[in-house]
């Protein structure tokens, strides 16, 4: 009698740490499901951090051409370098050709739409730089073709 007793009494014990162990077990489960819930950039990957070595830009000019840049050397070229290279590259500028309102209207539609800053005093020696340096150039046909020895093609 003794030893049934017994066995009935562990037969309750391990039953009552598998029930402890399993409400245990959902009980981690609603905590991460409601922390889940709660902070969802927890699944989302996090974006590597890119280490880019950025070259110095120096203000060495060649034959009249800023080295880092391209742009051509003048007034105003260290205004330009500073407000408009750190959205876009030199180039951008530099295969351009506007007129001073050409130059102009194209840093309104920056401002307006690119959230380029306003630029201030710093304005009328950036128009007057690029208008200088880039401005339109006159474009026509070749002079026509003289001395050429033409010759006669055979069928």
């Known amino acids: 009698m003794m030893s049934s007793k017994n066995e009935f009494k562990n037969q309750v014990k391990g039953l009552?740490?598998?029930?402890?162990?399993?409400?245990?077990?959902?009980?981690?489960?609603?905590?991460?499901?409601?922390?889940?819930?709660?902070?969802?950039?927890?699944?989302?990957?996090k974006p590597e951090e890119t280490v880019v070595d950025v070259p110095e830009i120096t203000s060495e000019i060649e034959n009249g051409i800023h080295v880092a840049t391209g742009f051509v050397d003048g007034d105003g070229l260290t205004e330009v370098i500073q407000n408009c290279t750190n959205c876009h590259s030199a180039k951008l500028v530099t295969q351009n050709r506007m007129s001073k309102e050409g130059w102009i209207a194209t840093i309104r539609w920056m401002q307006e739409t690119q959230n380029l800053w306003d630029l201030g005093d710093q304005e009328e020696n950036i128009v007057n730089y690029l208008a200088t340096n880039y401005a339109p150039q006159k474009k026509g046909r070749r002079e026509a073709l003289t001395n050429i020895e033409w010759y006669v093609l055979k069928q």
């Open 16 to 45: 009552y740490r598998k029930i402890l162990i399993a409400f245990g077990m959902i009980g981690i489960a609603v905590f991460g499901f409601l922390y889940i819930a709660l902070n969802p950039s927890v699944l989302s990957k």
